[in-house]
């Protein structure tokens, strides 16, 4: 079974990529052959600033290893040092309709948020078949908002076998129900996007910040709140907190007497707690960047060599060889 995923370097790691991407990607390193990359060309359709390209394809790089990656395990890469994919995302767009991608959430919400909006984005889905194809995968772990982009796959996939010959295998999503998607600050989903992230890695006193600025009713501490489930910091709590400490809280706010300030004290708490072990192991990695840097040469190497592999096999098919 081979197991691909990739996650962009558009901006600071937070808890929406650890508990929709990274956690369920690296739980399946150890259950296949996975594959692993940094999304470098789709950071390029929102971020315009190639230093910080640079910086945030390394922070990436630190941020999974840190949190648990294993490099003996997953093949580990920026997806730009396999090339190979770029030339199959053209092969691929021949085969996909406007309609197809105009239906994209990636696109749809963007735009009608008000977001600065371009080609890359429309055909953002078309890249990340290209992605999840040249590898063979059969698995794709993603979060709720991507699983439409795998079904693209699959439909592009399917187009292109009934077109040129059986060439692709054809993808399946797999999605961890209890956390596809991650409550933002503000109780949209979390998003860098829109402003409302918890950074995995950030300082303590600017998250601790964050959280002691989430916004609540103004009914009273002793005031019982029923709806205690649909509170944001407890929804938050139960992603860092062990179980039962999370339902602990929740059945003392549903009952009254526990006071927003105290149970935004105990996230900040469980939040940082969570990440102590990966906090500690970030800056071991990142005063040895030279081991940093071999993983992912190493894994671009490993990468290519099967991309120019099923790409040859898709040149092939469609008379381009």
């Known amino acids: 079974m081979r197991i691909l995923s990739g ?10 990529n650890y508990f929709g991407m990274m956690q369920p990607a690296i739980a399946l390193q150890e259950k296949g052959e996975a594959f692993y990359f940094i999304a470098d060309y789709h950071s390029m359709t929102s971020l315009f600033d190639a230093a910080q390209r640079r910086k945030n394809s390394l922070d990436v790089a630190l941020d999974f290893l840190a949190c648990g990656l294993d490099p003996k395990q997953a093949v580990f890469f920026r997806q730009s040092d396999v090339p190979e994919v770029t030339e199959l995302a053209w092969i691929l767009s021949t085969l996909t309709p406007m309609s197809l991608l105009e239906k994209c959430h990636s696109f749809k919400d963007k735009s009608a948020k008000g977001l600065p909006v371009n080609h890359g984005l429309f055909a953002y889905p078309v890249l990340m078949a290209a992605d999840i194809l040249i590898y063979d995968s059969n698995i794709v772990p ?4 991507q699983k439409q982009h795998v079904e693209v796959t699959r439909d592009i996939a399917i187009k292109f076998n009934e077109a040129y010959g059986e060439t ?30 918890l950074e995995i890695f950030g300082e303590e006193k600017a998250l601790r910040k964050k959280v ?15 709806d205690a489930d649909q509170n944001l910091a407890i929804q938050l709590l139960s992603l860092v907190a062990p179980a039962e400490t999370a339902k602990d809280f929740e ?6 007497g526990l006071g927003y300030g105290d149970l935004k004290k105990g996230l900040f708490e469980h939040y940082w707690n969570h990440f102590a072990e990966a906090r500690k192991k970030r800056a071991e990695l990142a005063a040895n960047l030279d081991y940093v840097n071999s993983v992912l040469a190493a894994g671009a190497t490993k990468a290519r060599t099967l991309a120019q592999t099923v790409l040859k096999r898709a ?3 469609s008379g381009l060889e």
């Not at 996650?7 to 929406?16: A, C």
């Not at 002691?212 to 029923?226: A, F």
């Open 7 to 16: 996650i962009q370097p558009s901006g600071t790691l937070h808890l929406g």
């Open 142 to 145: 993603v979060g709720q908002d």
């Open 168 to 197: 692709f295998v054809i993808p399946e999503p797999q999605i961890r129900g209890e956390t596809a998607k991650v409550p933002g600050l503000d109780g949209e989903k979390m998003s860098k996007s829109y402003g409302n992230t």
């Open 212 to 226: 002691m600025g989430i916004k609540m009713d103004s009914r009273t501490p002793d005031e019982p709140k029923p």
């Open 251 to 256: 059945n003392r706010l549903r009952a009254g």
């Open 315 to 317: 040149r092939k098919a």
